[in-house]
């Protein structure tokens, strides 16, 4: 069954530290994937998506994600955490074939001052 | 380039009632999906058109829910009659011809049926 399992439903970090959110998925074609961000009041803004290629990807507001196909996972990183950051983080996979994307139930990032 | 837009942002209505949401996509996008989150779950994709064909309405829940994209522009998603398990959180999203684009979305109607 296809699927994406986001294990940490909460996260709280202090502002300046490291992020890291964790998305793994199962799909049975290529994956197309996708890391959404959802601010209080907001809708979803896409930070970035993995199609192909290098396998590290680079987003907006600092954030990365590493595609890793051996281990099912698309985790995505920030090396310093602002306080603006405090949002829900969806990750989503899409695929050749298919316009469906399939959501994780998403990480509720709380960040310190 | 403006975004999608959805209208209402907040709908409280009666069990029983009818509802229609609407959903404005961004200019030139033939791709129009609409998608639902029930509180502290996964978002959940409901259908997809493209123009003014229903290419995968696989999501819909059930007969209560009509969608429809008249001239290939907006889309409104039509509840009737609503129910308690409804309530939820709404998205609408558009993307361009083809695959590759990444789908947009809107900021979401929450749809709360008392």
């Known amino acids: 069954a296809q699927s994406v399992t986001q294990p940490d439903i909460h996260i709280t970090v202090s502002e300046g530290a490291s992020l890291e959110l964790r998305c793994n998925y199962s799909?049975?074609?290529?994956?197309?994937l996708f890391w959404y961000v959802q601010s209080p009041g907001q809708g979803l803004q896409l930070l970035l998506k993995?199609?192909?290629?290098?396998?590290l990807v680079q987003g907006i507001k600092g954030f990365e994600a590493e595609f890793k196909r051996s281990q099912s996972s698309f985790n995505l990183r920030k090396p310093s955490v602002h306080w603006s950051d405090a949002a829900e983080y969806f990750c989503?996979?899409?695929?050749?074939?298919?316009?469906?994307?399939?959501f994780g139930t998403g990480t509720r990032l709380k960040v310190l001052a | 380039e403006a975004g999608v837009t959805q209208f209402p942002s907040h709908s409280v209505i009666e069990k029983g009632q009818t509802v229609t949401l609407r959903c404005d996509p961004i200019?030139?996008?033939?791709?129009l999906y609409w998608y639902r989150r029930v509180m502290g779950k996964e978002i959940k994709f409901l259908l997809h058109?493209?123009?003014?064909?229903?290419?995968?309405e696989s999501g819909m829940p059930n007969n209560r829910f009509l969608a429809e994209r008249t001239g290939g522009t907006y889309s409104t998603l039509k509840v009737q009659p609503a129910e308690l398990e409804d309530s939820g959180v709404y998205f609408c999203?558009?993307?361009?011809?083809?695959?590759?684009?990444?789908?947009?979305f809107g900021d979401g109607t929450r749809l709360s049926i008392l």
């Open positions: 999203a558009s993307s361009p011809r083809g695959l590759a684009g990444p789908q947009h």
């Open positions: 799909y049975g074609a290529t994956p197309y």
């Open positions: 993995y199609f192909s290629g290098d396998t």
């Open positions: 989503a996979v899409g695929g050749s074939g298919t316009y469906k994307y399939i």
């Open positions: 200019s030139g996008h033939d791709n």
């Open positions: 058109f493209v123009k003014e064909s229903k290419q995968d």
